[in-house]
């Protein structure tokens, strides 16, 4: 080649016309439907885990008891439990994308009467907030059966990964911003500045719809959304009559109990048994929790770049779960390796339990029956996990047989996903109307 042919095709590449505004703009406009779902769903949990850090500065100036402290961590997890069967009656006769306002405004409303300076009003806010979290619950899911249905996995596991980030920066950071602003103000900063952009671009990219385009199939649905609206058009299949229902609310329910008794009583695990001072068993709870934002974003990868179907991947995931107790029980020394182990797990297992609920469901209104079923389920008994496993630490002592309870947990959650996996039965649904598998 020719000096002269070199450098006029190199002169040929360095004047390459610029990408087409149109298209920049383009791109943009089909990434804000993401964008507003994940802004909103970073809400579901960072306003009530910016309380733990500020636990001290919230008993001293409200002059509560380490008891009282303690249930009102408690409350929002009874209250997801005790509240999803109302809220979804609520969401049967709201527009879904009015639905995610009602929520953002609920939980902003919660967090500032949370913040009033009284035991009361952190209690009553706290239940607010759960309140509106509840709902958020319920809808997610069913945003992403409406919306997304042919990124189910992508999707379920973004949205995981987005409160599992938003909860990380929210424990992190909510103890140094209380040193400028107050913990009042710190609290109440978790949900009002978040809240309003989530709020400002879901109604800009999702407006309230009128009752008769509810649960209009979006672009993004195919396929899948076309069987979704022949579905609409049958009978409705009472959820608590399928029993796969009932295995997948099992699974969920096993799943929750690990969770919340691992993440309770894994700092004083570590303390008593591996040795640990207070900031290693912190450090060790922080492994826990920040390896979860990795464990959803591997499971579409698994699926769709890797090929891999969901048996497999559950299998995975499972035996990732299962390593935590009962390492924790055989070789405590190896802590970190099993918290890493176990904060992956526990963020998989949600995405790849949920991408299977949406998968099951036909359309949105019953992805939120089959998601209340199964998270009223969960959520009560999560609320008892953590009492069952200091019960069990305060009658027989050391932590094998607490570890033992939580394994016990998550034997019975890999059972039931296995089945859920392996079942591909669908109550008065022909193969024709069935979702696509991601």
Known sequence: MSHTDARGRRGDHTTQPAPDPQLRHAAWQAALPTIAFLLFVSLLRSPITAVPPLLGRMAGDLGMSSSAMGALTSVPVLCFGALTPIASLVLRRLDLNASVLWALAIIMAGSVLRSAGSVWAAFAGTAVIAAGMTLGNLIAPMVIARSFRNRTALMTSSYSASVNIAVTLSTALAAPLALLIGWQGS?????????????????????????????????DTGAAGRSGENARRKPSVSIVA????WIMAAAFAAHNLAYYSTVTWLPTALREVA???????GLASSVFQITAVAGPLMVPLALNRMGWSMRRVMIIVCACWLALPFGMMTLPSLWLVWCILGGI????????????????SRTP??????T????????IVASLGPILVGHVHDQFGGWTLPFAVIGAATVILTVCAMIAVGDT??????PADRPTEV
Do not use: H, M, N
């Open 187 to 219: 609290t109440a900063a978790w949900a009002l500045a978040p809240g309003v952009i989530a709020g400002f671009v879901w109604w800009k990219v999702f407006p309230p719809q009128r009752r008769r385009d509810r649960d209009a199939v979006s672009p």
């Open 242 to 245: 399928w029993p796969l229902a």
């Open 275 to 281: 040795r640990l001072g207070e900031s290693g068993a």
């Open 345 to 360: 797990a526990q963020g998989a297992f949600f995405s790849a339990l949920f991408t299977i609920v949406i998968q099951r």
């Open 365 to 370: 209104d019953e992805s939120r029956r089959l």
């Open 372 to 379: 209340a079923l199964i998270q009223t389920t969960g959520y």
């Open 425 to 430: 039965s669908r109550p008065a649904v022909s």
